[in-house]
């Protein structure tokens, strides 16, 4: 029904900047929130929040993503963006795009992952 589809993963060198894509198909009322998380494959840890935007002007950040990275949103594309920039090492991780919309009732749903590596 909800479908997300996230694009512009890549391979970069560090400080270089990447831009994520996330696009929202299907049938529903309204897009509650919308956000990027990430999860370092192997790693046991639970996904890491990177950036949301619950309205148009409302966003939280990663305390390490701060003054790298920026989130938003096109309502009228119902697409969120992250660009990212001085991209490091460490960000190496698959992003997932995460949205809660308004379907009956509110719901989570998630996108598939796209792969973002920085190389040293």
């Known amino acids: 029904q909800v479908q997300l589809v996230e694009s512009g993963g890549d391979l970069v060198q560090a400080g270089g900047s990447l831009r994520l894509s996330c696009q929202v198909s299907?049938?529903?009322?309204?897009?509650?929130?919308m956000g990027w998380y990430r999860q370092v494959p192997g790693n046991q840890r639970e996904r890491e929040m990177v950036a949301r935007i619950i309205s148009d002007s409302v966003t939280n950040y990663a305390d390490s993503v701060k003054g790298r990275f920026s989130i938003s949103r096109d309502n009228a594309k119902n697409t969120v963006y992250l660009q990212m920039n001085s991209l490091k090492p460490e960000d190496t991780a698959v992003y997932y795009c995460?949205?809660?919309?308004?379907?009956?009732?509110?719901?989570?749903?998630w996108g598939q992952g796209t792969q973002v590596t920085v190389s040293s």
């Open positions: 995460n949205a809660i919309v308004l379907l009956g009732t509110m719901r989570n749903y």
């Open positions: 299907g049938r529903f009322s309204s897009i509650n929130a």
